[in-house]
T-cell receptor, first 109, second 115 residues
Framework: EDQVTQSPEALRPQEGESSSLNCSYT??????LFWYRQDPGKGPEFLFT???AGEEKEKERLKATLTKKESFLHITAPKPEDSATYLC??????????FGQGTELSVKP | DTGVSQDPRHKITKRGQNVTFRCDPI?????LYWYRQTLGQGPEFLTY????????KSRLLSDRFSAERPKGSFSTLEIQRTEQGDSAMYLC?????????????FGSGTQLSVL
């Protein structure tokens, strides 16, 4: 069964203190791994898609990497506006996304 | 491109009542997905459509839940005889399927509270 596990559940770094979020997955026939950001009371907002092991993508202070079993989202020198829940999801055959439970990031000013 | 639109944003109902939610996808997106999300959890897949055809339903979708997408445009999700366990955020997403990886765009959701 396709499964996604994220850790830690919550992270509370000081502003400027770089952090790493982990996403472990098991899936048959990975088509893509997705990272989304979700603010309270809102729907998930797309950040990245990674397709194959070894791939990396960056956007401002965020960098996502992918291996055959897990993905990392690195946040360099986070700011309070980076506070949100970060969701990881895998897409197998058929198109639907299977999500992890999310990591809640709260950056202290 | 106005994004995925969901209505209403909030719904409070009494146990046993029926509720219906609407989702308007991004125009020309051929796929439409429904997810449910409870506090502290990631979204859980419920069902999806390609054009007007419902292609997959999760085991989470009991007989009290029904979804439609007439004419392959907007979609409705109806919950009959609501229960307190149905309280959750109901998210809609749409995508354009080109046969490989597809990016899902989500709406802001409908927050359902069953009293």
């Amino acid at each position: 069964e396709d499964q996604v596990t994220q850790s830690p559940e919550a992270l509370r770094p000081q502003e400027g203190e770089s952090s790493s979020l982990n996403c472990s997955y098991t899936v048959s026939g990975l088509r893509g791994l997705f990272w989304y950001r979700q603010d309270p009371g809102k729907g998930p907002e797309f950040l990245f898609t990674l397709y194959s092991a070894g791939e990396e993508k960056e956007k401002e202070r965020l960098k996502a990497t992918l291996t055959k079993k897990e993905s990392f989202l690195h946040i360099t020198a986070p700011k309070p506006e980076d506070s949100a829940t970060y969701l990881c999801a895998v897409q197998a055959q058929g198109g639907k996304l299977i999500f992890g439970q999310g990591t809640e990031l709260s950056v202290k000013p | 491109d106005t994004g995925v639109s969901q209505d209403p944003r909030h719904k409070i109902t009494k146990r046993g009542q029926n509720v219906t939610f609407r989702c308007d996808p991004i125009s020309e997106h051929n796929r439409l997905y429904w997810y449910r999300q409870t506090l502290g959890q990631g979204p859980e897949f419920l069902t999806y459509f390609q054009n007007e055809a419902q292609l997959e339903k999760s085991r989470l979708l009991s007989d009290r839940f029904s979804a439609e997408r007439p004419k392959g445009s907007f979609s409705t999700l109806e919950i009959q005889r609501t229960e307190q366990g149905d309280s959750a955020m109901y998210l809609c997403a749409s995508s354009f399927n080109r046969g490989h990886v597809e990016k899902l765009f989500f709406g802001s959701g409908t927050q359902l509270s069953v009293l």
